[in-house]
């Protein structure tokens, strides 16, 4: 059947464009057009052909590589949104809790917040149709809300401070998507900025975010690409020119029908000098690995962590005329030493289980367990220490994934989102007193703890809503610490943002931990790196 998709979507290209290009095609072309005909006219049910074009575009893109993809029009717009640093909405972040269509927080300076639309508000009706009580999932509340730049929606909404449901008519506009998760500083010299994806807006961003970690005093930089799994080449090559000199070569690419492409640094950097830190883990991918690999390559800074999912492949977005996007792989690309760091793809089952394989071969807790051949080894442009291509950047000070404390109990109240739940809930009922009795994220930061009143609270929520999930006191014991600290994350997210998430829960991050200590413990100096 995968044969038979494959030639119906060759067979809807045009014979005589591929006769311009490859005039030996037109026999195979003209195969490929006889059984689309025989499917068409021949075949024992209806045919959808918009379903067997999508699927046949699917089939054939994955005999080629891991990234080559298909975007179906109705999803080109949601996944084009984190590339281009925004979406058209109104400009919330909500959740559906017990049913009910929540807003979690309001985006600065968007829409919904202009209007005076509060976090706890709960979304009855969207167009004066009911949204509440209907088992509402998110694609639907994003269907409802998101639409043209400059178009309306009336939304109803309940506030608890109010009698009566308010109605607000909000226009549509262009909403920021942060890519800088978080800045802030770590130690009174020590700045941290925590990036999630490569994206238009992401260089601003980050300019953005230096320019004010300088104003607090920092002297030395934690940056984070934890979880990174890449995006534009453009942004990439734009924050590496913050921490390169000169014209210094970032990455180059080049593909069977790509000649080579140099992308260099061209500017004064913000961040030239200074000590830099860049923490990588296993979901740390392309984008990331081409910043990571261009400051480990040059010597310009120490690369702490583990390492990174090795995809070294540039996908090109090519247009449909349907409005639908395929995202080509159309070169490899390489760090300025020369390494590329894709992992092979011979066996695609393989490539895909990477990861699980890399965790049961003990690679994400000891770093002897990675073997690399010495074919894959290189060498720095500045010191000539060693470095290795052909399956991730791999760093300069290697952290251990930590498992002490993570059980099975654990990870199910994770997974089944009960901790989110729960944290939603109270701070809906809680929000005023929280801020009374914290006015201030740092007297939380300080002075607010998990105690056994919240705790008991909490195993009540879960055993209400998760009838399956039998409460394991020994596994709790383990994980306990682990639990109570995802908790004050969450509640501080929910109260005040990401920035604040982060800086509660990287207090047990031992990949940042451990950059801080190498900063301040001399290490830093002893790695011998380039001054320049």
């Known amino acids: 059947m995968t044969k038979l998709l494959s030639f119906v979507f060759i067979a809807l290209l045009s014979a005589s464009a591929?006769?311009?290009?490859?005039?030996?095609?037109?026999?195979t072309t003209q195969k490929f057009d006889e059984v689309l005909t025989y499917v068409s006219r021949m075949y024992v049910d209806t045919v959808n052909s918009d379903q067997l074009t999508d699927a046949a575009i699917i089939a054939l893109l994955e005999k080629l590589d891991p990234h080559s993809t298909y975007i179906s029009k109705e999803e080109v717009a949601e996944a084009n949104s984190s590339i281009n640093g925004s979406f058209v909405g109104i400009g919330i972040r909500f959740q559906i809790l017990k049913d009910t269509l929540m807003v979690v927080a309001t985006i600065p300076g968007g829409p919904s917040e202009k209007l005076g639309i509060l976090p706890g508000d709960k979304i009855t009706k969207i167009e004066n149709q009911n949204v509440a009580g209907i088992g509402l999932k998110?694609?639907?509340v994003k269907e409802r809300l998101l639409g043209e730049l400059g178009t309306k929606v009336k939304i109803e909404i309940q506030r608890k401070s109010a009698k009566k449901p308010m109605d607000f008519v909000i226009t549509r506009d262009n909403i920021p998507l942060n890519s800088v998760d978080a800045y802030y500083m770590l130690t009174p010299e020590i700045g941290y900025i925590k990036l999630s994806s490569f994206s238009r807006s992401s260089s601003e961003e980050i300019q953005k975010s230096i320019k004010e970690l300088k104003t607090r005093g920092m002297k030395h930089l934690v940056f984070d690409l934890q979880g990174n799994g890449g995006g534009l080449l453009d942004a990439a090559q734009k924050i590496a020119d913050e921490f390169l000199s000169d014209d210094k070569l970032i990455v180059y690419s080049e593909g069977r029908a790509q000649p080579r492409s140099n992308l260099k640094a061209y500017k004064k950097g913000l961040w030239e000098e200074g000590k830099l830190v860049i923490l990588t883990d296993e979901y740390s991918?392309?984008?990331?690995?081409?910043?990571?690999?261009?400051?480990?390559?040059?010597?310009?800074?120490?690369?702490?962590?583990?390492?990174t999912y090795g995809k070294g492949l540039v996908q090109r977005p090519i247009?449909?005329?349907?409005?639908s996007q395929m995202r080509l792989t159309i070169a490899r690309y390489y760090t300025p030493s020369g390494r590329c760091v894709q992992k092979p793809y011979d066996d695609i089952d393989d490539y895909r289980n990477d990861l699980n394989n890399r965790y049961k071969n003990g690679e994400f807790t000891n770093m002897d367990s990675i073997h690399l051949a010495?074919?894959?080894?290189y060498t720095t442009l500045s010191t000539k220490r060693t470095v290795y291509g052909g399956g991730g950047i791999m760093p300069d000070i290697f952290v251990p994934l930590d498992t002490a404390e993570i059980t099975d109990y654990y990870k199910d109240l994770i997974q089944n989102g009960h901790i989110n739940s729960f944290s939603l809930e109270y701070v809906d009922k809680h929000r005023d007193e929280l801020l009374v009795?914290?006015?201030?994220?740092?007297?939380?930061?300080?002075?607010?703890s998990i105690d056994q009143k919240l705790m008991d609270e909490f195993f009540k929520f879960v055993e209400k809503e998760d009838k399956e999930l039998k409460f394991n006191e020994e596994q709790y014991k383990t994980s306990e610490n682990l639990l109570k600290l995802r908790m004050k994350s969450i509640l501080a997210q929910d109260i005040w943002g990401y920035n604040e998430f982060y800086q509660v829960y990287n207090q047990s991050n031992e990949i940042v931990l451990r950059a801080v200590k190498a900063?301040?413990?001399?290490?830093y100096e002893k790695a011998n790196l380039s001054k320049k």
């Open 138 to 140: 998110n694609a639907q």
């Open 18 to 27: 591929i006769a311009q290009t490859d005039p030996n095609k037109v026999a």
């Open 319 to 323: 247009d449909l005329t349907d409005g």
């Open 374 to 377: 010495d074919s894959l080894k």
């Open 285 to 307: 991918a392309s984008a990331s690995e081409i910043l990571s690999g261009s400051i480990q390559d040059w010597d310009r800074g120490l690369i702490v962590g583990r390492r």
């Open 437 to 448: 009795q914290y006015p201030s994220f740092d007297s939380y930061l300080k002075g607010f």
């Open 519 to 523: 900063i301040e413990n001399g290490e």
